[in-house]
């Protein structure tokens, strides 16, 4: 089983950027797919993105088309998150997930991913 750690939230102004990182151990990371999802107080657990395991495939909620772009690199067990132009709405507690599969498909459900972090706490002040 792989363990995950996500890095680099924090406070930013609207219209700003962070990039997240959630890095693997435990397991060789390109033998999984990964997801960013993220929970605001009092809301369920939503997608924002996901990549399969040589990124090769990638998707997005609609919410953050256009301004979050999901990456990896596999040689640092590693996956990315740019987030840019930050909104008020985006501010959330941003988890990563883990499934392991080399199936290209892109999973969006919380029930999809079987390894977590414990999350990285985004806030955009407006």
């Known amino acids: 089983q792989v363990q995950l750690v996500e890095s680099g939230g924090g406070l930013v102004q609207t219209g700003g950027s962070l990039r997240l990182s959630c890095t693997a151990s435990?397991?060789?990371?390109?033998?999984?797919?990964a997801g960013w999802f993220r929970q605001a107080p009092g809301k369920e657990r939503e997608f924002v993105t996901g990549?399969?395991?040589?990124?090769?495939?990638?998707a997005y909620a609609d919410s953050v088309k256009g301004r979050f772009t999901i990456s990896r690199d596999n040689a640092k067990n590693t996956v990315y998150l740019q987030m840019n132009s930050l909104k008020p709405e985006d501010t959330a507690v941003y988890f990563c997930?883990?499934?392991?599969?080399?199936?290209?498909?892109?999973?969006?459900?919380?029930?999809?991913?079987?390894?977590w972090g414990q999350g990285t706490q985004v806030t955009v002040s407006s």
């Open positions: 997930g883990s499934r392991g599969t080399y199936a290209y498909r892109i999973y969006t459900t919380v029930k999809d991913y079987h390894n």
């Open positions: 435990g397991d060789t990371f390109s033998h999984y797919a």
């Open positions: 990549i399969n395991w040589n990124g090769g495939s990638t």
